[in-house]
């Protein structure tokens, strides 16, 4: 008994030997336990929520940036006007200026109408708080009267130096027949005098005179604008007809009469005859020339031109009526001037039109006479180059 209990004590030992070692084996065992689905499953859930909170952080941020650049561009508004002015662009520019900047000072003036010597006197009186327009801060005013209706003919006052309160009191007379009064403007221009380099306009006052009653003088104050950038001389109207005849290749041209002239001379009227010349493929052709009409803005002519033009060139052929004013001392001047055929334009080119789709009927219409050089232009005229000669 002692023995198997000495033998079952030795027996025993390796049995007790288990729970001494039980702490270490403790130790390791939980960092092999795996992890139970449930928490693995929480564990990429919570992943996703963060990159997906990521991602929206991001495109708010995105966003945000655009939407200050909007509000940029409303807030222009309420800038100063210093700092507005320097953000708009230059042809806003005139808008966006305070009424202060806009004042260029004001002018008086009289205008008196004689119905039975069919004169007009227009008195410059003074200028007030005029623009500055040297370094300075004043300017040298002068002022220019003249009528729309006689371009030509102008007048100055005397140059005040370093005021912009000039006190003029000059008149001057215009001959205005009563049936040019209603289509005429009275314009008065406030330059700036320079002695070295162009004269710089203050700004002007334009009155119609179909706008005022010319049975009483009239003395008032008005401001002065911004000159019209563009203006029209009215240079006068000229009514002719036109005729073709296909199968004789005849084109004939009758200049009736013109109207409403352009003055030319010292005394207020004009010589005029017209002109009548045929390009062909851009060189001068064929001319004819009316009589003179003596001291007329109104002439009566009635006088026919027949020129033989085959109808396979009638394509290519321009017709220019040009008026001009007689002069005996000096060179004649050209008042205005026409261009119809093909390569016209407007009235022009639909009274040409209409005389090739009605042969063998006269067409007769009225038309306003064009600046010369702008008729010029549009012909294009080839010149024939002139070699110098040798000098011996």
């Not at 030992?13 to 449930?38: E, Q």
């Not at 803005?297 to 033009?309: A, D, I, K």
């Amino acid at each position: 008994m002692a023995k198997w209990a000495r033998a079952g004590g030795s027996t025993a030992r390796p049995l007790s030997r288990g729970p001494a070692t039980r702490p270490g084996l403790a130790g390791t065992l939980p960092s092999r336990i795996p992890l139970p689905k449930w928490a693995l499953i929480a564990v990429a859930v919570a992943v996703a929520v963060l990159l997906l909170l990521f991602l929206i952080c991001l495109i708010k941020c995105c966003c945000c940036k655009k939407k200050p650049k909007k509000k940029e561009k409303v807030n222009l508004l309420s800038l100063s006007g210093s700092t507005a002015a320097s953000l708009v662009q230059p042809e806003v520019e005139d808008l966006e200026r305070g009424p202060e900047d806009k004042k260029r000072g004001k002018l008086q003036y009289s205008l008196e109408y004689n119905l039975r010597g069919q004169e007009m006197k227009v008195g410059v009186k003074q200028a007030a708080d005029l623009k500055a327009m040297d370094s300075g801060g004043t300017s040298d005013p002068y002022v220019i009267v003249y009528l729309t209706s006689d371009m030509k003919k102008k007048y100055e006052t005397k140059v005040y130096r370093k005021t912009l309160n000039p006190v003029f009191n000059e008149s001057f007379a215009f001959q205005v027949p009563q049936a040019e009064v209603p289509e005429t403007t009275l314009v008065m221009q406030v330059y700036d005098f320079n002695r070295f380099a162009k004269h710089d306009i203050i700004g002007e006052v334009r009155l119609p005179l179909a706008s005022i009653n010319l049975q009483h003088a009239i003395e008032q104050w008005s401001d002065l604008v911004a000159t019209s950038k563009v203006e029209q001389e009215q240079l006068g109207e000229v009514c002719f007809s036109l005729r073709y005849v296909p199968s004789t290749g005849k084109l004939t041209v009758v200049v009736l009469e013109a109207r409403k002239l352009k003055r030319m001379d010292s005394h207020g009227l004009s010589d005029p005859f017209v002109k009548v010349h045929l390009i062909l493929n851009r060189k001068k052709w064929k001319k004819r020339k009316t009589s003179v009409k003596k001291n007329t803005l109104s002439p009566y002519f009635n006088e026919v031109f027949v020129f033989e033009v085959p109808f396979n060139q009638i394509q290519n052929v321009d017709l220019v009526i040009s008026v001009w004013d007689h002069d005996k001392v000096t060179k004649n001047e050209q008042i205005g001037k026409l261009l119809l055929g093909c390569r016209a334009t407007g009235n022009q080119l639909r009274h040409w039109s209409d005389m090739l789709s009605n042969p063998r009927r006269p067409i007769a219409q009225w038309h306003s006479l064009q600046a010369v050089d702008v008729v010029d232009k549009a012909l294009g005229l080839k010149t024939h180059l002139k070699l110098p000669l040798p000098i011996r």
